[in-house]
């Protein structure tokens, strides 16, 4: 886990943010409820990794 998977995370929360607060002002909620959505699976998607290795070291520490 490094620095830039920190930034890429903040990078797609801003600009999640944004454009879902440009949405809703133009009262396309719905597509505002789809940006938020899409912006959380592609955090888990740069994070699946990380997590992975999480749970192997749980895994291997208490000896499932």
């Known amino acids: 886990m490094g620095i ?3 930034f890429k995370i903040a990078a797609i929360g801003i600009l999640v943010t ?9 009262d396309r ?4 409820l789809f940006v938020g959505i899409i912006g959380i699976v592609a955090v888990l998607g740069l994070t699946a990794n990380v997590l992975a290795d ?5 895994k291997s520490i208490f000896g499932f």
């Not at 944004?18 to 133009?26: E, H």
């Not at 909620?29 to 505002?32: L, M, P, S, W, Y």
């Not at 999480?54 to 749980?58: D, L, T």
Request: charged share 25%.
């Open 54 to 58: 999480f749970f192997n070291n749980v």
């Open 4 to 6: 830039e998977l920190i």
């Open 18 to 26: 944004v454009v879902s607060q440009i949405l809703k002002k133009s």
């Open 29 to 32: 909620e719905d597509f505002a």
